[in-house]
């Protein structure tokens, strides 16, 4: 799979999602980023280009962790609806990123239950870096998993198969 690339020229994100990363960075000089792809003064419920956005992750991506940026998300968003487990938290991954992203093909998520406490996850045609939705997914595992789970796991698949989707599995 392509990071950094849309899968569709008309793709667009939601002002408010790409504050969320941008404020996520904590990076002092993401202003010259910003204004380098047209992204300055971006407004919470306006469109932008989802590849304006995709360019800036891809400048800044020798210079952030993008794992820790991805772990601060899930904390910064406010879903509209009470969360209280892991498959509340997934169900809400996709409905929010289907929200947050539209026109031809902006991807999404799915996932199917693999055990009581363990599942998969597909990322399906998702151009953002594959360790900013990892961060995304430990943090929503760590912050939902039940009380008494301990130990748990989000480890990425590697399947060769097919290149325009990606996988982690999920265990608690």
Same mark, same amino acid.
């Given at each position: 799979?392509?990071?950094? %690339?849309?899968?569709?020229? #008309?793709?667009? =994100? *939601?002002?408010? @999602? ?64 009470? %969360?209280?487990?892991?498959? #509340?938290?997934? =169900? *809400?991954?996709? @409905? ?77």
């Amino acid at each position: 799979m392509t990071e950094f %690339v849309a899968f569709h020229p #008309d793709n667009e =994100t *939601l002002g408010i @999602a790409i504050m969320a990363t941008v404020k996520a960075t904590q990076y002092r000089g993401i202003e010259e980023f910003l204004k380098k792809h047209n992204l300055e003064n971006i407004k919470p419920d306006a469109w932008y280009p989802q590849q304006a956005e995709l360019n800036l992750l891809k400048d800044i991506n020798n210079m952030m962790d993008f794992v820790a940026i991805g772990m601060k998300i899930p904390d910064m968003v406010e879903y509209g609806v009470e %969360v209280k487990t892991i498959a #509340d938290a997934l =169900t *809400l991954l996709d @409905a929010g990123y289907q929200h947050n992203h539209r026109e031809k093909d902006p991807g999404g998520f799915a996932y199917q239950w693999t055990g009581e406490r363990s599942l998969r996850l597909t990322a399906v045609k998702n151009p953002y870096p594959k360790d900013l939705v990892y961060g995304i997914l430990y943090r929503l595992v760590q912050k939902y998993r039940p009380a008494d789970s301990g130990v748990f796991a989000v480890l990425r698949d590697v399947d060769a198969s097919d290149k325009d989707t990606y996988s982690f599995s999920i265990s608690w």
